[in-house]
């Protein structure tokens, strides 16, 4: 898995899908205030590292979820991958959106599933945890057993960590924020003032550039 991790940010790293701006932060839903954000929607637009993430997700559901009988993408970053993923597995595919339809049949999961299947779940990226879990939530209301969740990466929060626990969802994922910037710093991608911040940042994100 530490070959999957270190792979997956150099690719991340190769097509740029890590955007650093320490002057200008990004805001996330959260509220937070991140110098770093991680565009995980560009792999798809990258065949090899389409293929590379799509195949990765598939061995990482066979070793810890094989039991496994439908696989949900959470709308919108991981519909895609999450289509890979069932391609490769031959395995049902839902979606679960962030809320309910208002319109139309008022669906919030789109797809044919059955009350007691066992979901994977599939994410394109873990921050806080809030969003991702929501889902979660949504398909053990409608009747499934979340067998766990697997995401392309994560930035490891305490936050999220504590969340999953408490929800008593297993998380595994490709990469890390550890990883990164670990590959970030030893490629020369960041630069030691850069590498600076982004550690700091970690430290307490909540009240970063605040």
């Not at 979820?65 to 991958?81: E, P």
């Not at 139309?104 to 044919?112: D, F, S, V």
């Not at 305490?158 to 490629?187: G, H, I, N, P």
Request: proline letters at 3%; hydrophobic letters at 40%.
């Amino acid at each position: 898995m530490d070959d999957v991790s270190r792979e997956v940010a150099d690719h991340l790293m190769q097509i740029k899908a890590i955007k650093l701006q320490p002057a200008n932060p990004f805001t996330w839903a959260s509220g937070w205030k991140s110098p770093i954000y991680c565009d995980n929607r560009k792999t798809l637009s990258f065949p090899e590292v389409r293929k590379f993430i799509a195949d990765s997700f598939a061995n990482r559901v066979r070793d810890l979820f094989s039991d496994a009988t439908v696989v949900a993408g959470v709308a919108t970053g991981a519909i895609a991958h999450g289509v890979l993923v069932a391609e490769r597995l031959g395995l049902p595919f839902i979606y679960v959106r962030s809320s309910s339809k208002g319109h139309g049949l008022g669906n919030q999961i789109e797809g044919a599933y059955s009350a007691g299947d066992k979901a994977v779940v599939i994410e394109d990226l873990i921050s806080t945890g809030g969003s991702s879990l929501s889902a979660v939530e949504a398909l053990r209301k409608a009747g499934c057993e979340v067998v766990g969740m697997a995401a392309i990466f994560t930035y490891g929060f305490d936050k999220a960590v504590k969340a999953f626990e408490k929800a008593d969802c297993k998380l595994t994922t490709l990469s890390d924020y550890d990883t990164l910037t670990r590959e970030a710093a030893a490629s020369g991608y960041i630069g030691e003032e850069e590498l600076e911040t982004l550690e700091n940042w970690r430290v307490d994100p909540s009240s970063w550039g605040v």
